[in-house]
C-alpha cells in the first residue's frame, strides 16, 4: 500500500502545498510530511476527507485495483408497513435529513387500515458536496 506516495501525488498534481492540505484537514504539517514518507498512514476516519478532498475514492487512496466484476451497490428500495399516513410522512422527513444515502424518491400507499411506504435511496450521490468533520 503506497498511500503516502498517493498523497504526494495527488497533492503535487493540484498544486497544493502541505501547509494548505494541513490546514484544510486541521492536522500539522509534519502529520502530512510523515504521510508522504510513509512514515505513518492516515487515520482510517481521514479517508473519507481525504478522498472528497483530492476527488478521487477511498480505494483510489489505498491503491485497490478496480475491479468491473466487484458489485456496486448504487440505488435501494425499501418497503415498510406503517400504522399511519402520519408515521409515513415522518419518516420520509427523517429520510429527507439524511446526508448518505440520498433519498431520491417515495410513495405512500393506503391499503386497508395500513400505510405502505417505499422509498427509493441511491449510494452514489452527491458525494462530492458532503462535508466530513
Known sequence: MDIGKTIKELRRQRGITQESLAETLRVS??????????????????????????????????G???????????????TFELSSKQEAEEMVLKFKGEKF???????????????????????NSELDSMKFE
Not at 32 to 49: G, H, T
Not at 64 to 78: P, S
Open 64 to 78: 485497490l485495483e478496480r475491479n468491473d466484476t466487484m458489485a456496486k451497490l448504487l440505488k435501494t428500495t425499501e
Open 29 to 62: 504539517v509534519q502529520t502530512v510530511s510523515r504521510w508522504e514518507n510513509e512514515i505513518n498512514a492516515p487515520d482510517l476516519s481521514m479517508l473519507p476527507q481525504l478522498a472528497v478532498y483530492f476527488k478521487v475514492t477511498t480505494d483510489y487512496l489505498l
Open 101 to 123: 444515502p440520498v433519498l431520491k424518491d417515495h410513495k405512500i400507499i393506503s391499503n386497508g387500515d395500513k400505510v405502505i411506504l417505499e422509498v427509493t435511496k441511491e449510494f
